[in-house]
């Protein structure tokens, strides 16, 4: 059996919903505290033993291309100045040359016709999907919970959580036929369902691992919800011969395509750090203390 070595990034899409700042910046690389989205994707990535990285990117995106080469004067100042730890910051946002490449998709069809571009580069083996703006805070990296339960399971596999049934409307619901710890048995799912059609409150959040089969149903489906091609359609589509389970992780998860999920996502991870948390705890709560009183 194929072990999970390629990741695809799918980060070709619009990003409107941060205009005006995703006009000259892609979405990807907005800081989440002082690192870009696209690097903690890309460190949960490596922590599940990802070897290579695949980006569907889009005409405007090269700030992205350039992101993961080497700065080596900026290196050698840092060395000189003996500022260490940013040294080993800039170091670690570095990727092997070999190990990624990029592939254009010159106008955004969907998340499905994103994925089906990696083709060629993922060749006949299992891959994990990775969208950017889901970013997961957990004990143990999320992929790397999933490359475990894939090994046992195989088949495609989506990660889920619980949503707000109001909500529901704007994900990948999972139809659950059994469920044995965090894994689900599916027996369908459907892209953005009214809440009254939705199977269950499991939505789809941005990891998946795929079988190469997927390839055939990206290449040949219609366009779906939205006009674009849906990666949950294809994913449907192949339950009757691949299978399908859901993942229901252990973690957090921050959906940084909004706005009000990366302030949040700010939030958190701020008060995580040891050299920002304290100081961002008092300012907060001396901040929200009055809003409290009146409340
Ligand atoms: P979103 O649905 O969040 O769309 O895409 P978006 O364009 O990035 O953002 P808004 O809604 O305009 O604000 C989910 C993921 O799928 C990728 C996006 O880059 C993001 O990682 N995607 C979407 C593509 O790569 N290509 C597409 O055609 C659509």
Redesign the pocket.
């Known amino acids: 059996m194929k072990p999970v070595r390629k990741a695809v990034?799918?980060?070709?899409?619009?990003?409107?919903?941060?205009l005006p700042a995703?006009k000259s910046v892609p979405?990807?690389m907005l800081p989440l505290v002082d690192r870009p989205l696209i690097q903690y994707a890309v460190d949960e990535a490596r922590a599940a033993g990802i070897e290579e990285f695949i980006f569907?990117t889009?005409p405007g995106k090269s700030a992205l291309e350039n992101y993961f080469g080497a700065l080596p004067a900026l290196e050698r100042t840092l060395e000189e100045k003996g500022k260490d730890d940013i040294l080993s910051a800039l170091r670690g946002s570095k990727l092997p040359e070999a190990s990624y490449s990029f592939v254009r998709?010159d106008?955004?069809?969907?998340?499905g016709?994103?994925v089906s571009l990696a083709r060629r580069l993922v060749g006949d083996e299992p891959f994990a999907v990775i969208?950017?703006?889901d970013v997961i805070r957990a004990r143990q990296p999320a992929l790397a919970q999933m490359v475990t339960a894939f090994e046992q399971s195989r088949g495609h596999m989506v990660a889920t959580e619980a949503v707000p049934t109001e909500k529901l409307s704007s994900y990948g619901v999972v139809d659950i036929k059994s469920q044995t710890g965090r894994v689900q048995s599916l027996k369908g799912l459907v892209e953005k369902p009214s809440p009254a059609r939705a199977p269950s409150r499991s939505g789809i959040v941005?990891r998946y691992i795929l079988e190469a089969s997927i390839f055939d149903w990206l290449s040949s489906l219609a366009p779906g919800s939205g006009g674009?091609i849906q990666l949950t359609d294809a994913i449907a589509a192949d339950l009757g011969r691949t299978g399908v389970n859901g993942f229901a992780f252990e973690g957090e998860r921050f959906d940084c395509?909004s706005v009000q999920g990366f302030v949040q996502a700010t939030v958190a991870f701020a008060l995580d750090r040891p050299d920002l948390g304290a100081e961002l705890q008092n300012f907060v709560t001396a901040r929200t203390a009055p809003l409290q009183k009146a409340a």
């Open positions: 990034f799918p980060v070709a899409g619009l990003g409107t919903r941060f995703t979405k990807e569907v889009s998709q106008e955004a069809r969907g998340l016709h994103a969208l950017p703006d941005g674009e395509g």
